[in-house]
T-cell receptor, first 113, second 111 residues
Framework: DTGVSQDPRHKITKRGQNVTFRCDPI?????LYWYRQTLGQGPEFLTYFQNEAQLEKSRLLSDRFSAERPKGSFSTLEIQRTEQGDSAMYLC???????????FGQGTRLTVV | AQSVTQPDIHITVSEGASLELRCNYS??????LFWYVQSPGQGLQLLLK??????LVQGIKGFEAEFKRSQSSFNLRKPSVHWSDAAEYFC?????????FGAGTTVTVRA
């Protein structure tokens, strides 16, 4: 297993466009998390899945954001009508079972111009 | 609400010298505590974690951390720093399924 993988690694988009990111977790992990990290800050929790169920969404996740995890495997995070404030590193992490040790992917860096 | 404070934004240390990174947390119960390291343009790598038991925790790359409940601290230490330790370090607290991170400490290693 090569760990958590995210695609693309970098994305530059114009303001108002929609973007979609993909995360492939470690195969036996049933929990998947999305975080956002802005420059000079630590990651902030966005949302969490257990298998295919989205169990919690942070208030940071506005209506323009939607995340899915069909079949409990990979996950996608879509941002509609991007704004410059959406520019950040989007990190995906996965874990197994009831512990909170999460393994992170390398992230997708989004730049909105 | 849970929160993490890393008082030092930036630390410069000479190669071979010791390193200590401070972390204070606020949490209503016994927390799970973590230290992660992030190299430029990379994701986060777990250095060590504390769930319960021995308050001195050993991690990868020669790092260790000590949990002090009375001080609400979980400081990270390394006896002898290598140039490859230059990175950003994040302390995190979590329960159940999500982590709250501090703002990070950037470590610069000088020759």
């Amino acid at each position: 297993d090569t760990g958590v993988s995210q695609d693309p690694r970098h994305k530059i988009t114009k303001r108002g466009q929609n973007v979609t990111f993909r995360c492939d977790p470690i195969s036996e992990h049933n929990r998947l998390y999305w975080y956002r990290q802005t420059l000079g800050q630590g990651p902030e929790f966005l949302t969490y899945f257990q298998n295919e169920a989205q169990l919690e969404k942070s208030r940071l996740l506005s209506d323009r954001f939607s995340a899915e995890r069909p079949k409990g495997s990979f996950s996608t995070l879509e941002i509609q009508r991007t704004e410059q404030g959406d520019s950040a590193m989007y990190l995906c992490a996965s874990s197994y079972g009831g512990g909170t040790e999460a393994f992170f992917g390398q992230g997708t860096r989004l730049t909105v111009v | 609400a849970q929160s993490v404070t890393q008082p030092d934004i930036h630390i410069t240390v000479s190669e071979g010298a010791s390193l200590e990174l401070r972390c204070n947390y606020s949490y209503g119960a016994t927390p799970y505590l973590f230290w992660y390291v992030q190299s430029p343009g990379q994701g986060l790598q777990l250095l060590l974690k504390y769930f319960s038991g021995d308050t001195l925790v050993q991690g990868i790359k020669g790092f260790e951390a000590e949990f002090k409940r009375s001080q609400s601290s979980f400081n990270l230490r390394k006896p002898s720093v290598h140039w490859s330790d230059a990175a950003e370090y994040f302390c995190a607290v979590g329960k159940d399924y999500k982590l709250s991170f501090g703002a990070g400490t950037t470590v610069t290693v000088r020759a």
